[in-house]
């Protein structure tokens, strides 16, 4: 990861995939396949799904904010958002 991190092109949109990935992991993981019963599985799974809301929320401000300098093909400048 630290590789990845130093490049050029590394954007808040990457770290923000990166935590979303790793929260999404911990509630499947935790609230689905380790909870001993219905009820402790929803303790995590319930507030998990609120705050993937928020980080979705989260994504769409970062991604308007962020824009990454591209180069073509043909030399010219572009400028791409993420996720594209």
């Known amino acids: 990861m630290r590789r990845f991190a130093q490049a050029h092109d590394w954007t808040d949109c990457h770290q923000l995939a990166l935590a979303s990935g790793t929260l999404m992991t911990h509630i499947v993981v935790g609230g689905l396949i380790f909870s001993d019963t219905m009820a ?3 303790t995590i799974v ?3 799904l609120v705050v993937i809301i928020l980080l979705m929320l989260f994504a ?20 791409a958002q993420c996720g594209t």
């Open 46 to 48: 319930a507030p998990g």
């Open 60 to 79: 769409i401000q970062v991604r308007n904010r962020v824009t990454v300098p591209m180069k073509s093909d043909d030399g010219a400048s572009e400028a």
């Open 40 to 42: 402790s599985g929803m």
